[in-house]
Every structure is written in structure tokens, then in C-alpha cells.
């Protein structure tokens, strides 16, 4: 059965800087593995999607990396603003199409 | 292009009372999801479906809960009877399918939060 671990649960950081968070897995059999933040009281919104096959995703200030072996993928943000202030969660698809999702970590960006 | 569609937004009922939520994916979607997500906790897949037909409902609470989605478009949830435990947000997702590439990127609709009294 696939695990997914987020540490840490919430992180509070000043604006402009730059972070990890971090997403790890148990099984390293996945198909891809998928970053989204969520709002308070809204639905997911998709940020990243890494197939795979590869090792890194890059969208904005966004980047996220894939380390199939070490089963983990960490999602980087560069000069961080208040407005990031989210959940971010990440989802890992097994070959078999199902997705696991981890609990998320809570990021506070204070201005 | 419109997102995924859910309603309704908000539900209150009391145990035992059965109760319905509807979603409508991006249009061109062949694979619909269900998800249950408690607060504090990153949701947890109830029911997939691949057009019409059921891919995985392993972890779908059947004594209760049942899904369906007809003609392979719209869907429904429903839970009876519910439980004081079922109160969470109930998301629906769905994702394009391709041959050489099945599993693509999900996305969510805004979810009804149900409050089980």
C-alpha cells in the first residue's frame, strides 16, 4: 500500500524567501506525481505535474523535482510572497492509476 | 473552458438522512473521481471511473455509499444513511485519457462540504 508523508505539517516563512517542501513515498512503481495548493474552504488547484520519466517541472517561481529511487519529490518556491499562503499537497499515481495523497503542508508567508 | 461543476456547495442533514451530490467534469474527460477529504487530511480516493465503468472503489464504504455515472458524463454520490463520521468535503476530479498516455493531470472542482448532525 502507498504511503505519502508531507513533513513539515506547516512551515512560516518572511516574504522574498526561498523553500522546500517536501513530499515523500513508499512505492516507487509510480506513473506520475502531481503538486497542488488549496485555498481555505476551496477545491485543489493543480500546480505541477512530473510523469515518471522525469526528473524535474518548472512553472513560474515553481519548481519541482522527482527522485523516483529515494522516493521522494520536493517542490521548491523562489521568493516567496504572502500570496502563496496556501496547503500544498502533494499526489502520487501508482502504475494502476490510483492516487495517493499525502495530508499536506501549511504555508504561512508573512509580509 | 469551464472547469469541473459540483453542487451542491454546502449540505447540513442529520444521521441517518441519505443525501446526493452532483459534479459534471471538464467536458472531453473520460476519467471521473470521487474523493473524501477530512479536515486536516489530504483527500482519499472513493470511486474512479473510466467512462462509465467502475476502475477502482476499493476504499468506497458500498454498506453506504454508491456512485454512478451514466452515459459516461455527469455523476452522482449519494450516502445512505449517513454517519457522523461522513462529514468532510466530498471533491470530484476529473482527467483527460489517451491511449499511450492514461493517467493525466486531475483536476478538481470546488467540492461540497457536508456537516452530518
Known amino acids: 500500500k502507498q504511503e505519502v508523508t508531507q513533513i513539515p505539517a506547516a512551515l512560516s516563512v518572511p516574504e522574498g524567501e526561498n523553500l522546500v517542501l517536501n513530499c515523500s513515498f513508499t512505492?516507487?512503481?509510480?506513473?506520475?506525481l502531481q503538486w497542488f495548493r488549496q485555498d481555505p474552504g476551496k477545491g485543489l488547484t493543480s500546480l505541477l505535474l512530473?510523469?515518471?520519466?522525469?526528473r524535474e517541472q518548472t512553472s513560474g517561481r515553481l519548481n519541482a523535482s522527482l527522485d523516483k529511487s529515494s522516493g521522494r519529490s520536493t517542490l521548491y518556491i523562489a521568493a516567496s510572497q504572502p500570496g502563496d499562503s496556501a496547503t500544498y499537497l502533494c499526489?502520487?499515481?501508482?502504475?494502476?492509476?490510483?492516487?495517493?495523497f499525502g495530508d499536506g503542508t501549511t504555508l504561512t508567508v508573512k509580509p | 473552458e469551464a472547469g469541473v461543476a459540483q453542487s451542491p456547495r454546502y449540505k447540513i442533514i442529520e444521521k441517518r438522512q441519505s443525501v446526493a451530490f452532483w459534479c459534471n467534469p471538464i467536458?472531453?474527460?473520460?476519467?471521473l473521481y470521487w474523493y473524501q477529504q477530512i479536515l486536516g487530511q489530504g483527500p482519499k480516493l472513493l470511486i474512479q471511473?473510466?467512462?462509465?465503468?467502475?476502475?477502482?472503489d476499493s476504499q468506497l464504504p458500498k454498506d453506504r455509499f454508491s456512485a454512478e455515472r451514466l452515459k459516461g458524463v455527469d455523476s452522482t454520490l449519494k450516502i445512505q444513511p449517513a454517519k457522523l463520521e461522513d462529514s468532510a468535503v466530498y471533491l470530484c476530479?476529473?482527467?483527460?485519457?489517451?491511449?499511450?498516455?492514461?493517467?493525466?493531470?486531475?483536476?478538481f472542482g470546488p467540492g461540497t462540504r457536508l456537516t452530518v448532525l
Open positions: 499526489a502520487v499515481r501508482l502504475d494502476a492509476g490510483k492516487s495517493t
Open positions: 476530479a476529473s482527467s483527460l485519457f489517451r491511449a499511450r498516455i492514461p493517467y493525466n493531470e486531475q483536476f
Open positions: 512530473i510523469q515518471s520519466s522525469q
Open positions: 467536458s472531453g474527460h473520460a476519467t
Open positions: 471511473f473510466q467512462n462509465n465503468g467502475v476502475v477502482d
Open positions: 512505492d516507487s512503481a509510480i506513473y506520475n
